[in-house]
């Protein structure tokens, strides 16, 4: 609490008077000691939060299945390059490469002509099997804009594969340049 002092004058003169000096004092052991109250209420209230960490779902093992076996005729073979390149080609006829980009009359209209293909084949345009080969040159943009174009065009079956560059990637049988 504060508490005022007076100080009084001894000598005092008759007739003059003299103005009493006052001295304060603020004692502070209040205010510190409902700072700490404070203190421990907002830690003994506030709850600690624990590190969480993110959850994986992983499958259960199931027995394997051997590979769904697919006819060649069935499958286009999309190669990812640099510069926003694809190689194409259907089946196994890695030599019979075709060279187009990404735009709309692009790998759009080879994977419709390769679903009508199909559907005049086997009588199911949804039989119809893409494999994605991305090489170390392409960007992941590429891959992006290569799954956009198998859901516009309504492909069921794709795989994401290896590719093996210096086999698959003969520049010089490219029969369309791109």
């Not at 001894?10 to 009493?20: M, W, Y």
């Not at 795989?159 to 029969?175: P, T």
Request: hydrophobic residues 40%; contains cysteine; charged residues 25%.
């Amino acid at each position: 609490m504060a508490e005022i002092q007076t100080v009084t004058a001894g000598n005092q003169k008759a007739g003059v008077r003299r103005a009493k000096r006052l001295s304060t004092r603020v004692d502070l052991t209040l205010m510190v000691d409902l700072g700490f109250l404070l203190i421990t209420f907002f830690v003994f209230t506030t709850s600690i939060s624990k590190p969480q960490g993110l959850n994986i779902i992983i499958p259960a093992e199931e027995k394997k299945e051997p590979p769904t076996v697919t006819a060649e005729s069935k499958t286009l073979n999309l190669l990812l390059a640099a510069d926003n390149k694809i190689h194409y080609w259907v089946g196994n006829e890695v030599g019979n490469q075709i060279c187009t980009n990404f735009s709309p009359d692009g790998i759009r209209s080879v994977i419709r002509m390769m679903q009508k293909k199909v559907q005049k084949q086997f009588g199911n345009k949804d039989e119809t099997v893409i494999l994605i080969r991305p090489t170390n040159d392409a960007s992941y943009q590429n891959l992006v804009d290569i799954i956009d174009e198998i859901a516009i065009t309504g492909i069921k079956k794709y795989a994401l594969m290896d590719a093996a560059e210096k086999q698959l990637l003969q520049v010089s049988n490219v029969k369309k340049p791109c």
